[in-house]
């Protein structure tokens, strides 16, 4: 099957550190992207790896192990605007398939 | 600002009563998807449009169709909408398809059309 399995919510206060997980069992799998999803909104592209290891972009970082089947997204100095939905998404050999989801929640 | 746009934001329709929601996309991409997002669920894909070739997922039901009359316009057509087609509609678009590389594969989203069902 294809499928990529993120834990469902994660809490945490502003300015800590969190870490979504992102586990997945795809065939002919390259590439983990990340989206981010306000509530009501559309969701926006945050970062992709298109190799193993680690991509930073300022506060958010993301880190892809193929041979793990594992990803994740590191964001830091958390911020309440960073209070979304978050989303895993891999490239199969025909189409993106987008992770179960976590719901963020960021508390003063 | 070049973007992907689409309209109506909030669309309401009665049980059986063909209704159509569009995209328009002024990034010049050529592959324009259409997915399907039901609350506290992923989105899921529908079908998607390579420049003029339509490519369609095997479990997106016949009731739902798709039409590209040019590169910037892609509709989405729902003949006969049910209680259980109530869902988000987003729109996305990238610049070329599965070639692993970040600046052709990034998929894009417009703001999503809300579809309520009478």
């Known amino acids: 099957g294809q499928s990529l399995e993120q834990p469902s919510e994660v809490t945490a206060v502003e300015g800590a550190i969190v870490q979504i997980n992102c586990t997945y069992q795809?065939?002919?799998?390259?590439?983990l992207s990340w989206y981010q999803q306000h509530d009501g909104g559309a969701p926006t592209f945050l970062s992709y790896?298109?190799?193993?290891g680690l991509e930073e972009t300022g506060r958010f970082s993301s880190f892809l192990s193929r041979s793990d089947s594992y990803g994740y997204l590191l964001l830091q100095e958390l911020q309440m605007k960073d209070s979304a939905s978050y989303f895993c998404a891999g490239y199969n050999t025909d189409k993106l398939i987008f992770g179960t989801g976590t719901r963020l929640q960021v508390f003063p | 600002d070049a973007m992907v746009i689409q309209n109506p934001r909030y669309q309401v329709t009665q049980f059986g009563k063909p209704v159509t929601l569009s995209c328009s996309q002024t990034?010049?991409?050529?592959?324009m998807y259409w997915y399907q997002q039901k609350s506290s669920q992923a989105p899921k894909l529908l079908f998607h449009y390579y420049d003029k070739d339509f490519n369609n997922e095997a479990d997106t039901p016949d009731n739902f169709q798709s039409r590209r009359p040019n590169t910037s316009f892609c509709f989405l057509d729902i003949r006969s909408p049910g209680l259980g087609d109530a869902a988000m509609y987003l729109c996305?678009?990238?610049?070329?398809?599965?070639?692993?590389?970040?600046?052709?594969?990034?998929?894009?989203f417009g703001p999503g059309t809300r579809l309520t069902v009478l």
């Open positions: 795809t065939s002919g799998f390259y590439g």
């Open positions: 990034l010049n991409h050529n592959v």
């Open positions: 790896n298109a190799l193993d």
């Open positions: 996305a678009t990238s610049r070329d398809h599965l070639l692993g590389l970040a600046d052709t594969d990034t998929q894009y």
